[in-house]
């Protein structure tokens, strides 16, 4: 079974839909890159999926399990967690109080902060830190941590790469590989810079104004430029 499937899902503000029929599954430890030009849609979708923003059409199910439009915290409880574009950090805390947080009332919450250090060992150097003060990847690493320390079976990367050295971004990937590996984790990420993002996925889905312009397997696509180039040109 898919851990995520989307069918015919439409997505926008104030009830006026910008991506229309959006169908997509994705298999446990699958990473999809969420491909297109600006203002294609990619972040009102994710936004939609994570139940942010209220869906406008469509169904959405986590692991089979329905998902309610506009549901933010169903969303989280079925195993659907985002990383928005922006990070959601809170400038004042520390990086500990953020896995802190991220794992209050748990009974193993310390073994599990201490599983998030050792996915991203930066961490474990600057928990002390305010979110503010640390460098943009390591207030990535951070926002991915969190989000894991939340166990989902559907994790949700919004532009991964914003404002990050491409070499930063090298440095977080293998991570992700290793998470959606290990952990059966199916990932879909949004990423401007197309070549690191089809490095790392499997699949690839192309968003061309508002809806689906093609979809293929990563390392097919990455020896086809341009036939990526035409899909975002909306050929
Ligand atoms: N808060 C909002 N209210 C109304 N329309 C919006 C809002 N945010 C985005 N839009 C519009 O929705 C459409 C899709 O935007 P979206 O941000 O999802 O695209 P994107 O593919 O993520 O692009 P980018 O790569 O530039 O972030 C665009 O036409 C955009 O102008």
Do not use: W
Not at 112 to 130: D, I, K, M, N
Request: aromatic share 2%.
């Amino acid at each position: 079974m898919s851990s995520l499937q989307c069918t015919g899902v439409d997505a926008g503000y104030h009830k006026n839909a910008c991506v229309r029929g959006f169908d997509l599954a994705v298999e446990p430890g699958e990473i999809v890159a969420l491909l297109g030009p600006n203002g294609a849609g990619k972040t009102t979708v994710l936004m939609t999926l994570a139940g942010l923003l209220p869906r406008l059409g469509g169904e959405v199910a986590v692991g089979g399990v329905a998902l309610r439009s506009g549901n933010p915290r169903a969303a989280v409880r079925a195993g659907l967690v985002l990383v928005p574009d922006d990070r959601a950090l809170f400038r004042n805390l520390t990086c500990e109080q953020h896995l802190r947080l991220a794992v209050r009332g748990r009974a193993a919450g310390r073994a599990a902060v201490e599983s998030a250090v050792a996915r991203f060992p930066r961490l474990g150097e600057r928990l002390g830190v305010a979110a503010g003060e640390l460098s943009g990847g390591e207030q990535q690493m951070l926002a991915i941590a969190r989000a894991l320390l939340q166990r989902p079976s559907v994790l949700l990367i919004d532009e991964l790469s914003m404002g990050l050295a491409p070499v930063v971004v090298e440095s977080i990937l293998p991570t992700l590989r290793e998470v959606a590996a290990t952990d059966q984790t199916s990932i879909v990420l949004v990423e401007q810079h197309v070549r690191l993002a089809l490095d790392v996925a499997d699949r690839a889905v192309v968003l061309t104004h508002g809806s689906v312009a093609l979809t293929d397997d990563a390392a097919a696509l990455a020896g086809d430029l341009p036939r990526l180039e035409a899909a975002y040109l909306g050929a």
